[in-house]
């Protein structure tokens, strides 16, 4: 079975300010996708970014970037120039094991 | 636009009903999912289908029960069975089986 850990219940930024979310997961497989999703507290949920396991080169969608460690099975998300609508729960989730399983969550609070 | 689309947004249910929840989806994907969200929580599998006509139990499927027989939809019903439906939930598509989800906007479902 696959588990997601995110260790961080809360995180505070400033605005302008970086920030980085911590995830780990475990599995034993070796081709999987890895995924940040955002949910405001509309509730919806949004695909912030995603990489693929076999891809060393860390995907970056305009401020969000992570840093992929494949052997220490750890996909930190970092949002630089942090902005007040960033403020909501950010959610790791792997699809290895043909399911997505998802972290508890990291509430995001951005102090302007 | 296409999109994932659930109804009703808030539905309320009595002792010992069963209710159904809606999702429709335009967007030819072949995946869809169910999943439950309790407060403060991260999300739990329900079901989820890869094909018309055919369904997977998720983590957590025990007085639930779905369908599938057009590739846009994919109802959920809550049955009696389930002793503690209050919960949000949220059902999300994908192109392939493991590919990124994409998730409608959610139903809140409390008891009378």
């Not at chain 1, 497989?29 to 509309?42: G, H, N, R, T, V």
């Amino acid at each position: 079975a696959q588990t997601v850990t995110q260790s961080q219940p809360e995180m505070s930024v400033q605005e302008a300010e970086t920030v980085t979310l911590s995830c780990t997961y475990d599995t034993s497989e070796s081709d999987y996708y890895l995924f940040w999703y955002k949910q405001p507290p509309s509730r919806q949920m949004i695909l912030v970014i995603r990489q693929e396991a076999y891809k060393q080169q860390n995907a970056t969608e305009n401020r969000f970037s992570v840093n992929f460690q494949k052997a220490a099975k750890s996909f930190s998300l970092k949002i630089s120039d942090s902005q007040l609508g960033d403020a909501a729960m950010y959610f790791c989730a792997t699809n290895a094991g043909n399911m997505l399983t998802f972290g508890g969550g990291t509430r995001l609070m951005v102090k302007p | 636009d296409g999109g994932i689309t659930q109804s009703p947004k808030y539905l309320f249910r009595k002792e010992g009903q069963n209710v159904t929840l809606s999702c429709e989806q335009n967007l030819n994907h072949d995946a869809m999912y169910w999943y439950r969200q309790d407060p403060g929580q991260g999300l739990r599998l329900i079901y989820y289908s890869q094909i018309v006509n055919d369904f997977q139990k998720g983590d957590i499927a025990e007085g639930y029960s779905v369908s599938r027989e057009k590739k846009e939809s994919f109802p959920l019903t809550v049955t009696s069975a389930q002793k503690n439906p209050t919960a949000f939930y949220l059902c999300a598509s994908s192109m392939w089986e493991r590919g990124p989800q994409h998730f409608g906007d959610g139903t809140r479902l409390s008891i009378l």
